[in-house]
């Protein structure tokens, strides 16, 4: 018997869903489009509820209307599989931009090989996240050095301790005479000893 692999993973940025389907599987399929480097391409995707939950958290303007269009199916459910036509019931479809997509092609194996038979038209969404804006990474960075002097003029202080120094020497000694600077590097070193 072929098993079912989907282990060549894409990295994308931004998909358009126009149609969820529902089934009784703990799966959902969306009937959408993938942005390419070339533009947009049709393609069909399937993901977990969870994923689906990641991916509403990110897209805030229609979060809310889409959670409550799937709720309301889920109630009503009246044949399997049932179909969200977003498109008609919002308008348009939503895109899910400024995300980072990880996205796996289903395949087969055959002959030791595995072989992917969708040709990039259904995808597994196996994982999102939202993207860092540029200004948030320089920010991070910052208060990645920040807490990198408060660890090592912890580190000093401890050494001067070892070596018998009074507190108030040792404190100087290591620039941390300043309490809240002092409570900052003791929480920078446990953090990092932990």
């Not at 969404?125 to 939202?130: F, L, Y």
Request: some cysteine.
């Amino acid at each position: 018997m072929n098993k079912v692999n989907t282990a060549t993973a894409q990295t994308f940025q931004a998909i358009s869903i126009g149609q969820i389907i529902l089934d009784d599987s703990n799966y959902l399929t969306f009937w959408g489009h993938l942005q390419k480097a070339d533009g947009w391409h049709r393609c069909d995707f399937v993901t977990s509820y969870e994923v689906l939950n990641t991916m509403l958290r990110h897209v805030k303007d229609r979060s809310d209307a889409v959670q409550m269009t799937i709720v309301q199916k889920l109630e009503n459910m009246r044949q399997i599989p049932e179909m969200i036509d977003l498109e008609a019931e919002l308008g348009s479809a939503i895109v899910f931009d400024n995300m980072s997509f990880r996205l796996t092609r289903p395949g087969y194996r055959e002959e030791g090989n595995w072989v992917e038979y969708t040709k990039g038209e259904c995808y597994f969404i196996e994982d999102v996240s939202p993207l860092t804006p540029q200004k948030t990474k320089q920010y991070v960075k910052k208060i990645d050095h920040c807490m990198d002097v408060l660890y090592q003029s912890y580190a000093l202080y401890l050494g001067y301790m070892e070596l018998d120094f009074e507190e108030d020497a040792a404190r100087q000694k290591a620039d941390l005479t300043d309490d809240l600077k002092y409570t900052l590097a003791y929480y920078a070193w446990k953090e990092r000893t932990i």
